[in-house]
């Protein structure tokens, strides 16, 4: 033991490392080496770390080693040199490990053998504390140094930058600086590198100047770091201007150029470098084949990518093996759509990371290939030591959004809360946010935002969007404004107004609609297409087209194909089908870009619900001209479209040319049936339904019930729907009560209104319809008291009123509906329509007050439809008035020239006055243009 305690340290250098630290550990007891620890660093004097090691606290053997190094420092010069030569060897090799004794025992000896103030000795064993994780040892140590050289403040800011304390590297760069610390390029390189770990990218230019006038831009590495800051920074420009001065470029300059173009949106310039790096004779690696293949895939360039596969593969970069390589590969055939070849690379990658299993999983979801997703998701599980990371669940998260698929949505959530992945990344929380949001699970939502321990702005525009798409808009603005109170106008991004702006979707929204468009404006995204492109949504939804249509002509530069189909398909969603049809025309003659199948999807639906039949097939002809493949939502629209125009042949055409009919296709052909008086083929064609049935189905087969007056029929779809637990949905409860009124059995219909449980105002308006049609005007009224009083929050709207003064009209309550129709825009904010200028003129005309009828359709004050005159005609023709009559039919013969009913109804009121050369000259005139009156008809349920 003795022997080995007083071993020469040149006997110790000779060892080894192993041997020189069991030494060590040996020679010093804790007790001693906190002593001489404590002492190096607040009494900074080798006297009163000798008395710390006083002989009394000692135990035999570390008073053995003691006495060695105490005799160190006498001994002749060779020693010293020794001495010297073992601390090198010990930093040297212990910079190897990451005990935390083992710097505090070099520490020791450094002191004891007089070789504390080596700077180059004190640098390594600053590093070596870092390394341990004892930065305030280091700060300690460097706090004793009498001489500090640029070595020393490098080691101390390296030091600091691997313990996470970038605020503190920099402050010592600035300490450098104004002590006028000589500097050299590793000390431009660690502030760049302290800089770009706090996100100072700004700063950058205080560097590259500082780097500039002290000659220190020859430095590769220096130049390199200083590019990545300023790419970083999204300063693109200033690190090609560094990059073009350079004057020896080597990989990693290349790397880093090509690199940062692509992180910063420009592909092109990454394959322009690539070109100018081959000619430069410079060779790419696996880093430089990763980027431009990425680069090929971000500009959807499928046969480039595919000439740099044939090419690395060539150099020896087999995706087998350079599994980076492989990723670049499959990511960039599965955006340009060849997942069959991504599939291909990936199974032949022997080695495959995670990154591998999620660049296919991302493939398979950007082509829509769900099922198969799921499928490379459970093969993930199943492969031992790989498990889902942060972005394979995000991925897997945003499915499920997609497709609706709340359960396993739910499944994915309990995974993360399993794994902890919810405390470590806000990006989880933010995918099951959205997740939640789009399967229509807005209270989970909340909920998951509610209880959230840190929210990001992504947090605040997934919860926005979640209650704007469901319906919540109070909510979303509520939300909105406390955005606006807690970020700056600096913090707004481009998601949060295009997830608000979907909350403003009618006149009342308007207001707070402008205000959103004013932000757009203050915070500078007034030139970005896509989020003006949203606004023109807006301002359609809200009711202000003029708004809508100044704005899009403000970007006539910059309008794209997104902008028309703005326009054009969201006003025939809104209703304003002939502004729709005016947009196509004015995009066709502007000729800049052409339609696609939004497009028509929008002039198609325009054309059907003004139903213009020559117009549609038109739009048709023109699909079948400019779109590859048919699209089944393309021809859904077009089956309800020509059923709309009461073109039942040309419907059931293009639904028996799918393929493959989804449920929408059936509803749609038994919607069109149904729509045109064809209620038997409506339930001919339902035998033939293979799918299951919706509430949309039963909707359509009790229309067609209503039509046949068939209740056994209407009974028989009740029972159905029932099955399938439909009877609470509104529109179901209102096609029942208008099915079992229209047959007869009004108590029926009662009760299923009275047994539904939310009652929405369709079904209160198809109540109140059933008691007028039955001349139960009373019953109608007292209903519709009870539905305004109601603490259900029920507004009445335009059916209602409808309905109503349909009621007064047939029970003959003159008054009563006069009121109504007063009370209607002043009260209750419905606008009066054509629909309810009939209803008035209908109830005058049954009242036997023609002329007050007449004088009502002076006083409108605008042009009307032929109906309001038909419904005059009819009064006329009902008690006589042929000198009235006569009067109207010119105008509505001068409206309606093919119309038969308005001759008939003429003629018949002069048969009723015995004028029958009028009425054998009207019945001439049908005659002579061949003009055709639909016969009535009745039916008999048996």
């Keep these: 033991m003795v022997r080995s305690a007083t071993i020469s340290p040149e006997k110790l250098r000779i060892c080894g490392s192993d041997h020189i630290l069991c030494f060590l550990r040996h020679s010093f007891s804790r007790r001693n080496f906190l002593a001489g620890h404590c002492s190096s660093i607040f009494h900074n004097s080798e006297r009163k770390h000798e008395r710390h090691l006083s002989s009394d606290v000692l135990s035999p053997v570390t008073s053995i080693g003691y006495k060695v190094f105490d005799e160190m420092p006498q001994r002749e010069d060779r020693a010293v040199e020794s001495s010297f030569m073992f601390l090198r060897d010990l930093l040297r090799s212990s910079m190897k490990r990451t005990e935390v004794e083992t710097p505090r025992s070099i520490h020791c000896f450094a002191l004891k053998t007089g070789f504390l103030q080596d700077l180059p000795a004190s640098s390594k064993l600053l590093m070596l504390y870092a390394k341990t994780g004892d930065l305030a040892s280091s700060l300690g140590l460097f706090g004793e140094l009498k001489v500090k050289d640029v070595i020393i403040y490098n080691s101390m800011t390296t030091a600091l930058n691997q313990n996470g304390r970038s605020v503190a590297a920099v402050g010592f760069f600035v300490e450098m600086i104004q002590k006028g610390t000589e500097f050299d390029s590793t000390t431009l390189l660690l502030a760049a590198s302290s800089l770009s770990s706090l996100n100072l990218s700004k700063k950058c230019p205080l560097v590259h100047c500082l780097a500039i006038v002290a000659g220190l831009v020859s430095d590769s590495n220096l130049c390199n770091a200083l590019m990545n800051l300023y790419a970083k920074g999204e300063d693109l420009s200033s690190a090609e201007c560094v990059f073009t001065h350079m004057e020896h470029r080597d990989i990693v300059s290349w790397n880093t150029i090509v690199t940062k173009c692509l992180a910063n949106g420009h592909p092109s310039k990454s394959l322009k470098y ?52 492989a990723n670049s590969i499959i990511s960039m055939y599965s955006k340009c759509g060849d997942t069959e070849a991504a599939q291909t690379v990936f199974e032949e990658v022997l080695w495959k990371d995670v990154i591998s299993w999620n660049a296919i999983l991302n493939g398979f979801v950007s082509n829509g290939l769900f099922q198969e997703a799921f499928g490379i998701l459970k093969k993930m599980q199943s492969v031992d030591l790989m498990q889902p990371d942060i972005a394979t669940v995000v991925t897997v998260t945003s499915i499920c959004g997609e497709i609706c698929l709340s359960r396993e949505g739910r499944a994915i959530h309990g995974y993360t809360v399993r794994r902890e992945m919810q405390s470590n990344a806000i990006e989880v929380i933010n995918s099951l946010i959205n997740m939640y949001g789009k399967c229509g699970l807005t209270r989970q939502a909340e909920l998951l935002f509610k209880t959230a321990t840190e929210r990001d702005l992504v947090s605040w525009n997934s919860i926005i969007s979640a209650f704007a798409q469901n319906g919540f808009t109070q909510e979303a603005k509520n939300l909105f404004k406390e955005v606006v109170s807690d970020y700056s106008c600096s913090k707004f991004s481009l998601s949060t107004l295009l997830a608000i702006l979907p909350s403003c979707d009618s ?335 209908d109830m005058l005309g049954r009242a036997g007050k023609l002329r007050e009828a007449y004088e009502f359709i002076k006083g409108i004050g605008e042009p009307q439809k032929a109906g309001v005159l038909g419904a005059l005609l009819s009064a006329c023709n009902y008690h006589g008035d042929t000198k009235l009559g006569k009067e109207v039919a010119e105008v509505l013969f001068e409206m309606e020239p093919d119309n038969a009913s308005y001759y008939i109804s003429l003629s018949n009121t002069y048969v009723g006055l015995g004028g029958w050369d009028e009425a054998v000259r009207l019945r001439k005139m049908v005659e002579d243009k061949a003009l055709k009156k639909l016969p009535g008809y009745s039916f008999i349920d048996i």
């Excluded at 971000?298 to 044939?310: A, D, T």
């Excluded at 509906?817 to 002043?826: R, T």
């Design 274 to 325: 690539f070109k100018s790096m081959i000619g430069s004779g410079q060779e790419a690696d696996n880093v430089t084949f990763s980027c431009v293949i990425s680069a090929c895939a971000s500009l959807g360039e499928l046969p480039l990518g595919e000439s740099f596969h044939v090419l690395v593969i060539k150099l020896g970069y087999i995706p087998q093996a350079y599994v980076a390589v």
């Design 507 to 841: 006149s009342d929204s308007l207001i707070f609609g402008k205000s959103v468009h004013c932000w757009q404006i203050k915070i500078g995204l007034g030139d970005n297409i896509l989020l003006s492109n949203s606004v023109i949504n807006m301002y359609i939804g809200c009711g202000n087209l003029n708004a809508a249509f100044l704005l899009i002509e403000t970007i006539s530069e910059t309008r794209d194909l997104a902008s028309w189909n703005s326009v054009i398909y969201t006003c025939a969603l809104n209703g304003h089908d002939s502004e729709s049809l005016r947009a196509f025309q004015a995009m066709s003659h502007e000729g800049k870009v052409r339609h696609d199948l939004i497009t028509l999807l929008g002039t198609i639906s325009a054309c059907g619900n003004l139903g213009l039949v020559l117009q549609g097939r038109c739009f048709h002809g023109l699909t079948i001209k400019t779109l590859r493949k048919s699209d089944t939502q393309l021809q859904n629209t077009l089956i309800t479209m020509y059923g709309r125009c009461k073109d039942i042949d040309s419907a059931v055409k293009v639904f028996g040319l799918i393929s493959d009919p989804n449920l929408c296709s059936w509803n749609g052909m038994i919607s069109a049936l149904s729509q045109n008086k064809a209620g038997r083929e409506v339930f001919q064609l339902f035998r033939k339904l293979k799918l299951v049935p919706n509430e949309i189905t039963f909707v359509g087969l009790l229309s067609a019930s209503t039509q046949l007056g068939s209740t056994g029929y209407g009974m028989q779809a009740h029972c159905h729907l029932i099955r399938r637990g439909f009877q609470a949905n509104p529109f179901v409860c209102a096609a029942l009560v208008d099915m079992y009124s229209s047959c007869g059995i009004l108590d029926t219909g009662m009760k299923v209104f009275r047994n539904s449980g939310v009652k929405s105002i369709a079904v209160w308006n198809s109540v109140i319809s059933a008691y007028g049609f039955h001349g139960m005007g009373e019953k109608a009224i007292e209903l519709f008291n009870e539905m305004i009083s109601s603490n259900l929050g029920m507004e009445p709207n335009k059916s209602t009123f409808i309905s109503l003064l349909s009621a007064c009209s047939h029970s003959g309550f003159i008054d009563q509906g006069l009121s109504y129709y007063n009370q209607m825009e002043d009260k209750f904010g419905v606008k009066p329509v054509t629909e309810h200028h009939v209803c008035v003129v």
